[in-house]
């Protein structure tokens, strides 16, 4: 059984156990912390080895399903959108729609706000990013907390199963850390639990961004023997270099989240990844194709998986493809039946891309025919360029596997060599130890000729060390992958000292070519909703 079938199966024959398994949910809010009411219990479900890799699916498929269809995992909300409370959807909302790089065209209050960096504490989207992590959390700390050495020994789990069970419990240990991640990231100090609080009545406490930075680097150093070597674990599953990948991540941002620089550590974390076996997707459009988990699977360390058969939901890349078509656009060019002429970029991505004669820069995936590239109104889907970098089609043309042509079958690579060279080359260019600037240069233009197809795109050492070189580099090879928003406040830009169209925008008479926030603005505030259930956490500064 491949693993998408197995997130599938483990999101439908354990929905009631994913029930059971949040009623110690971490976030407060009041409508997710619910009795069991199946008839399987935590012990039914953990006593037989067989159903460990279906729960730890279901740990899996939190940061892509939304749950069963019409039956999510995270309330909605009477009148709500279920796919906007799938992990990925609300994460990449909160890191590309409130940037330079996207921009939405829907007229829900909630999503405006971000397009004009103007949300509040009552902004249901920043709640849905919010309770999703804190879900994920829950489901990870339950199944730790489960599969614990001490629980196998007393329901007689041994050899091979209780070997498997620890290895599953690592990996589980790895979403957690990744769940966290986005957390640090996102919203700065937040409430903590792990598997040893036991699911009660009390209110999580409030840690903080620097504890919980040392807490994520800690448990992902822990299991990093604990994992299958790099590369090596089924498709779609974390080994060490997913855990690797992460680390380099946390301390490429560490001097946001703690305040000090560890931009060795990062390289030492790149280093190990780029011993391993990984290797550049020979073309940079396969990354975003239905059959990237063959062509592209060399380079994606960790993907969040999608079959549109095997694993149906409104999120993901479903949402990704679908909410980027409209205006002239072919639907039957993306292998969907629908566009939802959502989603389009401001000018401050295509003008990444600048004219060079007859070389091109294949990155550069835009739609322009009946578009403009000035956005006057946010809300018409023709102002702005569309982008075509998701797509439902495989390599050779073929649709995915969904007769209907709904659900996608395009995996979200979340970690990927090319995101380790730029990482590489940004640290070793920021003073880190352990690393050339020859090779990060090496290392760049290895994306910039796959890119172009041959080497007239490559850089000269004084480019790659120009000021803005590496955070516009990143933008061209990164766009709509979910990272602008944390880049731009790494490179002190999100806020202050460089805009984009609406950005701030406070509505008519107001500059619409945008202008400088509030620096409070660089993290998210806690939703005002689980303020009013615990009363014992801070707000972040700036916000009510």
């Known amino acids: 059984m491949n693993f998408h079938s197995l997130l599938r199966r483990g999101a439908l024959s354990l929905?009631?156990?994913?029930?059971?398994?949040?009623?110690?949910?971490?976030?407060?809010?009041?409508?997710?912390?619910?009795?069991?009411?199946?008839?399987?219990?935590?012990?039914?479900?953990?006593?037989?080895?067989?159903?460990?890799?279906?729960v730890l699916a279901k740990c899996y498929a939190g940061f892509n399903l939304s749950g069963n269809p019409g039956n999510p995992d995270v309330?909605?909300?009477?009148?709500?959108?279920?796919?906007?409370?799938?992990?990925?959807?609300?994460?990449?909302?909160?890191?590309?729609?409130?940037?330079?790089?996207?921009?939405?065209?829907w007229n829900s209050p909630p999503l405006q706000e971000?397009?004009?960096?103007?949300?509040?504490?009552?902004?249901?989207?920043?709640?849905n990013s919010y309770t999703r992590i804190f879900y994920e959390v829950a489901l990870c700390n339950e199944f730790i907390r489960e599969t614990s050495d001490d629980k196998l020994s007393r329901r007689g789990i041994v050899g091979l199963d209780a070997e498997n069970a620890r290895r599953y419990r690592a990996e589980a240990r790895f979403l957690r850390a990744l769940a966290y991640y986005h957390a640090i990231d996102l919203y700065g100090n937040v409430p903590f639990v792990t598997e040893?609080?036991?699911?009660?009545?009390?209110?999580?406490?409030?840690?903080?961004?620097?504890?919980?930075?040392?807490?994520?680097?800690?448990?992902?150093?822990?299991?990093?023997?604990?994992?299958?070597?790099?590369?090596?674990?089924?498709?779609?599953?974390?080994?060490?270099?997913?855990?690797?990948a992460l680390l380099a991540k946390l301390y490429l941002n560490a001097q946001v989240y703690t305040g000090t620089a560890r931009y060795t550590d990062c390289l030492t974390y790149c280093n190990n990844i780029l011993k391993a076996n990984y290797a550049l997707a020979p073309e940079y459009r396969l990354l975003f194709l239905a059959d990237n988990n063959v062509t592209s699977a060399s380079e994606i360390i960790f993907p969040l998986t999608s079959d549109g058969v095997a694993s149906q939901g409104y999120g993901g890349t479903t949402y990704l493809t679908h909410a980027a078509v409209g205006?002239?656009?072919?639907?039957?060019?993306?292998?969907?039946?629908?566009?939802?002429?959502?989603?389009?970029?401001?000018?401050?991505?295509?003008?990444?891309?600048?004219?060079?004669?007859?070389?091109?820069?294949?990155?550069?995936?835009?739609?322009?025919?009946?578009?403009?590239?000035?956005?006057?109104?946010?809300?018409?889907?023709?102002?702005?360029?569309?982008?075509?970098?998701?797509?439902?089609?495989?390599?050779t043309g073929a649709n995915g596997n969904d007769p209907q042509l709904i659900f996608v079958d395009t995996d979200f690579p979340l970690l990927r060599l090319g995101d380790v060279y730029l990482m590489y080359a940004e640290a070793v260019l920021r003073g880190g130890q352990g690393g050339t600037q020859a090779q990060a240069l090496d290392y760049v233009n290895a994306l910039r000729d796959r890119a172009y197809g041959?080497?007239?795109?490559?850089?000269?050492?004084?480019?790659?060390?120009?000021?803005?070189?590496?955070?516009?580099?990143?933008?061209?090879e990164l766009y709509w992958e979910?990272?602008?928003?944390?880049?731009?406040?790494?490179?002190?830009?999100?806020?202050?000292?460089?805009?984009?169209?609406?950005?701030?925008?406070?509505?008519?008479?107001?500059?619409?070519?945008?202008?400088?926030?509030?620096?409070?603005r660089n993290l998210y505030p806690l939703p005002s909703t689980d303020l009013v259930a615990n009363p014992t956490l801070k707000q972040n500064d700036g916000y009510n």
């Not at 809010?29 to 199946?38: H, S, T, V």
């Not at 009946?370 to 495989?394: A, H, M």
């Not at 202050?496 to 070519?513: I, R, V």
């Open 15 to 54: 929905a009631a156990a994913a029930a059971l398994l949040t009623g110690g949910l971490t976030a407060c809010n009041k409508d997710l912390d619910r009795e069991p009411f199946y008839d399987l219990n935590t012990e039914s479900v953990y006593k037989d080895p067989a159903n460990h890799l279906l």
């Open 482 to 520: 979910a990272t602008r928003r944390t880049d731009l406040v790494r490179f002190g830009k999100f806020t202050t000292g460089y805009n984009w169209p609406f950005k701030g925008y406070a509505g008519s008479g107001d500059d619409k070519q945008g202008h400088d926030v509030p620096a409070y």
């Open 327 to 395: 205006g002239q656009m072919l639907t039957s060019g993306f292998g969907i039946n629908s566009g939802w002429a959502g989603n389009r970029t401001r000018k401050n991505l295509p003008l990444l891309f600048p004219a060079t004669g007859s070389d091109f820069d294949t990155r550069a995936m835009f739609f322009t025919s009946g578009q403009t590239l000035e956005i006057n109104d946010l809300t018409i889907f023709t102002e702005g360029y569309g982008v075509t970098k998701w797509r439902n089609k495989t390599s």
């Open 454 to 476: 041959n080497t007239n795109g490559r850089i000269t050492l004084a480019q790659l060390t120009a000021p803005d070189f590496i955070l516009e580099e990143r933008g061209r």
């Open 196 to 244: 040893a609080d036991a699911p009660s009545k009390n209110l999580p406490k409030q840690t903080t961004r620097a504890a919980l930075f040392a807490y994520v680097e800690s448990e992902l150093k822990a299991i990093e023997t604990a994992l299958l070597p790099a590369h090596t674990a089924p498709y779609g599953r974390a080994d060490q270099g997913a855990a690797w």
């Open 114 to 127: 971000l397009n004009t960096t103007s949300w509040t504490s009552s902004n249901d989207l920043i709640n």
């Open 75 to 105: 309330f909605a909300g009477q009148g709500k959108d279920e796919g906007e409370t799938s992990y990925l959807r609300a994460y990449w909302y909160l890191q590309e729609l409130v940037a330079d790089q996207a921009v939405v065209a």
